[in-house]
């Protein structure tokens, strides 16, 4: 598979469970993350990279990515050099905050894939902005993004989770606070030539009234899928 074809649904499945993390790849969604990163207990993230590595071999109906953990962490290499091979489609950086990380974290995976003998640029890269100071960068980091010569990076995502945790906001069923950082996004991609954004995950599932509103808002607003 490859990291195009339609954006509607990145459902997230924690790397250090298996039988979610198979069962994420037969579901039907268009992406699944494998998810290293906030799924995973500290202790635990050396072994979930196995995990995750085996998740990859299994047959799957959907483009497989994993979120690795953030770049000023002491994981994120290790998580990269883990994963990056032929089965992979795509690498989730969270936490995006200025061009440098992104820099850095685009000339890792063009070495590996060098090392491993993969096509360059053929691994895709999906930075999700989620504090005050990413928003705040927004517009340079798709800047950024759209310039890279790997031309890896086709679109950016949203977090609302630790975007309202870092303002100190409430992340309402309505969804109003997220308006102006939505707005953004959009913006911000358009401008780059960028495709449009991934909207956040809803963190409320059994609020499905709310849930198709949330959807139904993104997609007028202008992203093309989002997180689940």
Known sequence: MNATGPNRSFLFAP??????????????????????????????????????????????????YVRVNAFDTPFCFGDLHAVIGARLDGIVQPKLEDAGQLLAV?????????????????????????????????????RAAAALPSRRVRRLAFGAGDYTTDLGITWTLAEDELTPARSEFVLASRAAGLEPPIDTVFIELRE???????????AVLGFQGRLC
């Not at 053929?122 to 504090?131: A, K, N």
């Open 106 to 142: 685009d000339w890792m995976i063009g070495n590996l894939e060098a090392e491993r003998g993969l096509p360059p640029g053929g691994i895709d890269l999906m930075p999700i902005i989620e504090t005050a100071r990413g928003l705040v960068a927004l517009r340079d980091l798709a």
């Open 15 to 64: 790397g250090d469970h298996p039988r979610r993390a198979e069962k994420v790849l037969q579901v039907g969604a268009d992406a699944a993350i494998l998810d290293l990163e906030d799924a995973v207990a500290i202790a635990a993230k050396p072994a979930a990279r196995g995990a995750v590595r085996a998740a990859l071999e299994r047959p799957r109906q959907c483009r497989a």
């Open 208 to 218: 499905t009234a709310a849930f198709e509103a949330s959807c139904t808002r993104g």
